[in-house]
């Protein structure tokens, strides 16, 4: 029996979803009778839902290391860091990635690291790689809201400063430096020198690399023209954009198609100017007066309208070909050295991508930048920006918002917190900072005091997942 129990444990896979299976040392083999294969296992019964998909069947896990200085050495395996930290010779510095710094000097052999970086406006692709393996991978999703929170401050800045008298002019004594970006567009820059310098800081960089690109926005709208086509606009011949309109529009509503017998004619923001409408034409719609104050009641449902998905502009493909050479700039300054900086193009990426038989992310482009081709890849991290400062005005029960929250609460919303052996996410903030609102890993919203949880880590900025 204890022999039957030792064969049991020494041939059951434990990697199993459902149940453990039981096989024997002796498998029958399917091309014979009498032939047999002893000392055989079963490499796994994983059910497809737990299986990685084709092109991340060949992955590992790296752990990475800092020296005692906290300069980063080459990563190590998962079982080499338990065998550092049960003895001592490390602690955990940061949970993910899972880092450890060592407490003992040692040697620090390294090897040429390339990190490549596909640049994007709303999400951001990064991989390093060595000349056999990935070290690290994944996407960031970059914040969408900072042109909405200055619009919101500057707002607020108005209604303080109109309270004071006396003021010197500011608006004629101010001058822009040279290179100036908006600050919306200036985050998006810094957030890609951010995560540079974040894989810098558990990773050994030697080469970094930077696709970049310049959009043709007149080819994206129109992709047959050519010549002198890209002096004569859409626009050419009228006075001004209300003409256009009107005479794109047959000078008749689009709603009732002049079923209304209006004589008046007004052109229409289909998505205002104050949230993320622009100028553009096709932006602008020609309506009769009664169906434009029928629309701005809510007797016209908005999406009878949108219809057009350029209205909105080509944000993404300016903002590449703005910030394109100004981030290849700015990590040759931060580097020191030119020769550790390189640049590449879309459509190096994309032949090389479609040779190596990868899909169509902002990881595997990334790991293509980086030279990888048939490397040991790793499971890429899903990483997502959170604001560092929480200024959202609180509301009462009547609605109204009674004023701003000047004081820092200990525990912020996407912190991550213990609470009774589980790990949770915060929520919210009430009571003056002494409850808090929680959700577990699977959703399950309720409330702790403050006394009964333990802070783990702070959830701001770059948060790997």
């Given amino acids: 029996m204890q022999k039957l129990e030792e064969r049991t444990e020494r041939n059951t896979p434990r990697d199993a979803s459902q149940v453990r299976s039981n096989c024997g040392s002796v498998i029958k083999h399917d091309c014979g009778v009498g032939q047999v294969l002893q000392g055989s296992k079963t490499s796994s019964n994983n059910s497809d839902e737990n299986q990685l998909p084709k092109e991340r069947q060949n992955t590992s ?37 899972f880092t450890i710094q060592l407490k003992y000097p040692t040697g620090e052999t390294k090897q040429p690291i390339t990190f490549g970086i596909d640049a994007g406006y709303s999400k951001i692709g990064f991989s390093a790689t060595t000349e056999k393996q990935e070290l690290i991978s994944g996407e960031l999703i970059l914040r969408t809201d900072v042109s909405k929170k200055l619009t919101e401050k500057q707002m607020y800045r108005k209604n303080r400063r109109s309270k004071l008298w006396h003021r010197k002019p500011r608006f004629n004594n101010r001058k822009r430096d040279k290179g100036w970006l908006a600050p919306s567009i200036k985050h998006k820059l810094d957030s890609h020198i ?3 310098q974040k894989i810098k800081g558990i990773l050994p960089v030697t080469n970094i690399v930077v696709e970049v690109a310049n959009f043709d926005i007149q080819k994206i709208k129109n992709p047959c023209i050519e010549g002198k086509e890209y002096q004569e606009g859409e626009q050419l011949g009228f006075w001004n954009t209300r003409e256009y309109i009107l005479h794109r529009g047959n000078h ?17 923001h289909i998505d205002p100017r104050k949230s993320t409408g622009t100028n553009r034409p096709d932006n602008l719609i020609t309506l009769c007066e009664t169906c434009h104050k029928a629309y701005h009641k809510g007797d016209i449902k908005p999406n009878l309208l949108k219809n057009n998905n350029n209205r909105n502009g080509f944000k993404p493909e300016t903002f590449m070909s703005t910030v394109r050479w ?43 930048i980086a030279g990888g081709n048939g490397h040991e890849r790793v499971n890429p991290f899903n990483c997502k920006q959170t604001r560092r400062n929480n200024r959202c005005i609180q509301l009462n029960r009547n609605g109204f918002k009674p004023s701003i929250r000047k004081k820092r609460y200990k525990f912020q919303p996407n912190d991550l917190i213990r609470f009774k052996r589980k790990e949770c996410r915060v929520k919210g903030v009430f009571n003056y900072g002494k409850w808090l609102r929680l959700a577990d890993s699977t959703e399950n919203i309720f409330n702790s005091n403050i006394e009964n949880v333990e802070l783990i880590c702070y959830g701001k900025g770059i948060q790997f997942n």
């Fill in 194 to 196: 951010r995560l540079i």
């Fill in 61 to 97: 896990v790296s752990v990475y290391m800092l020296n005692m200085r906290g300069k980063p050495l080459m990563p190590t395996t998962p079982r080499k860091a338990r065998i550092l930290l049960k003895q001592g010779k490390a602690k955990v510095v940061q949970r993910t990635p």
């Fill in 326 to 368: 100004k981030l290849i700039n700015q990590l040759k300054e931060i580097e020191n050295n030119s020769n550790s900086v390189f640049h590449t193009y879309g459509y190096i990426t994309k032949h090389n991508r479609i040779k190596a038989g990868l899909q169509k992310t902002h990881s595997n482009d990334a790991f293509v």
């Fill in 252 to 268: 008749v509503c689009q709603i009732c198609k002049g079923k209304s017998k209006d004589p008046i004619l007004n052109v229409h």
